[in-house]
């Protein structure tokens, strides 16, 4: 904040200004001697100050306090990012300039025949984030891609939904600010700093689309529930203006027959009142947003839903504005219901956003080619029949029970006249008599929610078919990558990359493979790429581009070193998650006082009997391997909590056959201890190997996996290996990474280590793997985005844990409270 002294100063001003002229309760605009406030009126009589000193009032107390805090939370960090002279130039022209933009628009509405123009040009209005808002959108020009894409976006979707919907000369001049902010900021900033690109930009795009069809949904929702709302989009609102009659009050009104018209328009407003219809009318609503995060994901299905549901609105707002044109003694509207200040602005306006949403669709069709599993849809269609059946049978059987809770006779034939509609949202059925309306409270119930039940299981069932993974898993793949292991070889984890549960992707010439898994829209790969050492960097650009064109976020989890000064070079984030160590077997020798524990091992194992057996989980006998399996459920048993997978392996990663076991075991061949050992190659040859499983009886011998370790160690040197990997220890560092591998971030994984030490005990793990003086390796985690950590953090968790239960997660949280 010692840096931020232009912000600082305003908000001072402002509050000052706020106590010494009375405004602080009720703004300048309320004030007779007052000619701050910024509007036609103000600006016509000459006192162009308006456009500048309207940025330094707001409308209430309210408004003060919320304006501070926006003030603080945009300014101080903005002001402290471009210095102090450029945030305020940038402040003074976006405010100045934006105002008198505003007011240029309000100018033109007002010479065209609508009640928008006409409100505006009454308006007085006084706000300060007008400028702070053009100082953010300067300042994006001095930012990377990533952010600069990403503010721009949300702040101007937001801002132009507001002039939309609600469409005050306060939203107007927001957006006209920032706006100018957008033009002013390469002027003050030259050209963006850019990051080399990594992936393409489609995600962005789909992201783009999807927000504005977002916008066009929500706004009307929000307009909806603004009484004030004004803008040329805000006609939603009247679908929830006051109905004149109650049931039983509409029942006596259309008894009589002089009443006819007056019972017609009773029934389409009651029609239209209550929670229920309210739900009702919104879930079209919903279902589009639920096909806008399919959009933000890629999907096909999405995009029709997208393109059916708005040419669906296109027709019914058609219609609509055909009957307000055609019969000019009528205030009612099938869109949008009764509304006594109905137009035919009203009726166009909608329509066009419409057709501009659906032009945009159509436009962008080619962004939406990611396809579902096969029988994904086909279940989605026979849930949503199903739940249509199901609500249609209840609503006559139930209907039938409840017949003098109607209006009518409401016999079967009556109920099945009206169960279709039931189905419709009610403000499209304004040109239909209603068979029935109900009376009580039970009838009204199942009157006006059984169809709100089959719109949500729709939207439901199309939810899960958008984060469900999409089609084209080859099953000969993992034989490929198998090849590919062995020639050319990959990196000390890689085998990892063969584990059930992966999916493969593979560059164009299939010289380079990628094992990943997909999880809350994250694409976690295990391990480096798999492939010809020559050109990785092909190999992460075109990963990430498949993943961006999937909808993704691509996260390289449990990489090296060279992967990650990749990722560094494209300006991705990077964090340690883990510590891989490495013992080197050219001169291994376990002498000296550093390998007196390793030496005790091997000298006790040799007195207690204790042989070191390399097997095969396919050759070993049956009893052995019943034996590895009681070990392996008794560790797990006394963690008390399930075994954790994605990069650590269990018991079906024993059954590889090039997976090699080697066992502790005694004279009676019972089995004391267990350890496995991925196969690591270069160019066809075996150069190490890699530790997976481990576990030991609990009342066995304690050294056992001293005794083992040493013993792989001693046997790969014998077999002429490089190297004798002990995988990694996730969550744990030996802290010889450098100041340029460390991050801010690097805490909040040392804590979460620090937390989950009692119960998985990842650090004491990296202790007992330093008593064989390895080298040790740092292992990463990529990403392009800090601000998909979170995604990222519940794939990682997803990945880990996939069947951790609601019971797991509270056995978790009491353990790590009780140590």
Wanted: glycine share 8%; net charge neutral.
């Amino acid at each position: 904040m010692s840096r931020a002294p232009v912000t600082l100063g305003l908000l001072v001003v402002i509050w000052i200004l706020g106590l010494t002229t009375g405004a602080l309760l009720g703004g300048p605009s309320h004030e007779p001697a007052s000619n701050a406030s910024l509007g036609v009126p103000t600006v016509g009589d000459g006192h162009v100050w308006t456009l500048w000193t309207s940025g330094l009032f707001a409308s209430g107390l309210g408004e003060y306090v919320l304006s501070s805090l926006v003030i603080l939370a945009v300014g101080v960090p903005v002001e402290h990012r471009i210095g102090s002279r450029q945030f305020a130039i940038a402040g003074f022209v976006s405010q100045g300039a934006g105002a008198a933009l505003a007011l240029a628009v309000a100018l033109l509405a007002s010479t065209v025949p609508n009640s928008w123009g006409l409100e505006l040009h009454g308006h007085l209005i006084e706000d300060p984030l007008p400028w702070v808002l053009g100082a953010l959108l300067a300042a994006t020009a001095a930012m990377h891609t990533l952010w600069r894409r990403r503010i721009r976006t949300l702040l101007l979707v937001i801002l132009v939904t507001a002039a939309l919907f609600a469409g005050h000369l306060q939203d107007l001049t927001r957006l006209s600010a920032a706006l100018v902010g957008l033009l002013l900021g390469p002027v003050l900033f030259g050209r963006a700093a850019r990051s080399p690109a990594l992936g393409g930009t489609i995600r962005e795009r789909r992201t783009l689309v999807a927000l504005v069809v977002a916008a066009s949904v929500i706004g009307p929702i929000l307009a909806a529930f603004s009484p004030h709302a004004i803008g040329p989009l805000s006609a939603l609102r009247e679908l929830f203006d006051q109905v004149p009659y109650s049931p039983r009050e509409l029942a006596d009104v259309c008894a009589d027959p002089a009443l006819h018209d007056e019972c017609r328009k009773g029934q389409q407003a009651l029609r239209l009142s209550g929670i229920g219809p309210l739900v009702m009318n919104l879930m079209p609503s919903v279902l589009l947003l639920v096909g806008a995060e399919g959009l933000r994901r890629g999907r096909r299905a999405a995009w029709l839903l997208s393109v059916s549901g708005h040419l669906t609105l296109v027709v019914v707002a058609t219609v609509s504005a055909l009957v307000r044109i055609t019969e000019q003694d009528e205030t009612r509207s099938i869109l949008y219901g009764i509304h006594r200040h109905s137009s035919v602005y009203m009726e166009l306006a909608p329509l066009l956003a419409l057709l501009a949403i659906l032009v945009l669709l159509l436009s962008t069709r080619r962004l939406f080619d990611v396809r579902a599993a096969p029988a994904t849809y086909r279940r989605v269609w026979l849930g949503t029949i199903a739940a249509t059946g199901a609500a249609l049978v209840a609503y006559l059987l139930l209907g039938s029970l409840l017949a003098d809770g109607f209006d009518r006779d409401s016999g079967a034939g009556t109920l099945l006249r009206d169960a279709p509609r039931r189905l419709l949202p009610p403000v499209y059925l304004q040109l239909f008599e209603p068979p029935v309306l109900p009376l009580t409270s039970a009838a009204t119930l199942l009157f006006e929610w059984i169809g709100v039940v089959v719109w949500a299981v729709f939207c439901v069932l199309m939810l899960r078919s958008f984060l469900a993974p999409p089609a084209g898993h080859d099953l000969g793949d993992e034989r490929r990558v198998r090849e590919l292991l062995h020639c050319p070889g990959g990196g000390s984890m890689s085998w990892m990359s063969t584990w059930a549960g992966n999916t493969y992707w593979f560059t164009a010439d299939r010289q380079h493979a990628v094992a990943y898994r997909v999880h809350s829209g994250v694409a976690l790969t295990t391990g480096d790429p798999i492939g010809d050492r020559a050109s990785p960097a092909q190999a992460v650009d075109e990963f990430a581009t498949f993943c961006l064109g999937n909808g993704w976020t691509p996260c390289f989890y449990s990489v090296g070193p060279d992967t990650a000064a990749i990722a560094r070079e494209h300006g991705w984030s990077c964090l340690q998650v883990a510590e891989e160590t490495i013992i080197e077997l050219a001169d291994l020798a376990f002498k000296g006082k550093k390998f007196q524990d390793v030496r005790t091992a091997l000298n006790r194992a040799g007195k207690d009997g204790i042989e070191a057996r390399w097997i095969t989980f396919a050759e070993a006998p049956l009893s052995v391997r019943e034996q590895i399996v009681d070990i392996s459920e008794e560790w797990v048993a006394d963690k008390g909590l399930p075994e954790m997978g994605f990069t650590l392996g269990g018991l079906a990663e024993l059954s590889d056959p090039e997976v090699q076991l080697l066992l502790a075991v005694d004279q009676d061949n019972h089995v004391h201890a267990v350890t496995s050992w991925m196969p690591v190659y270069c160019d066809g040859t075996p150069v190490g190997l890699t530790l997976d499983f481990m576990r030991r009886r609990s009342d066995g011998f304690r050294a056992a996996m001293e005794f083992l370790i040493a013993s792989a160690a001693l046997s790969a040197q014998d077999q002429g290996l490089e190297f004798l990997s002990l995988s990694g220890a996730p969550l744990a560092s030996a802290d010889t990474a450098s100041e340029l591998d460390r991050g801010a971030l690097d805490a909040l994984l040392d804590l979460l280590g620090r937390t989950l030490e009692p119960v998985y005990g990842f650090r004491s793990l990296l202790a007992f793997k330093a008593k064989f003086q390895p080298r040790y390796r740092p292992v990463y985690m990529i990403f392009p985005d800090a601000a998909a950590l979170p995604a990222i953090g519940v794939a990682v968790g997803r990945a880990y844990l996939p069947h951790l239960s609601l019971e797991d997660s509270g056995r978790l949280l009491t353990q790590l409270l009780r140590r």
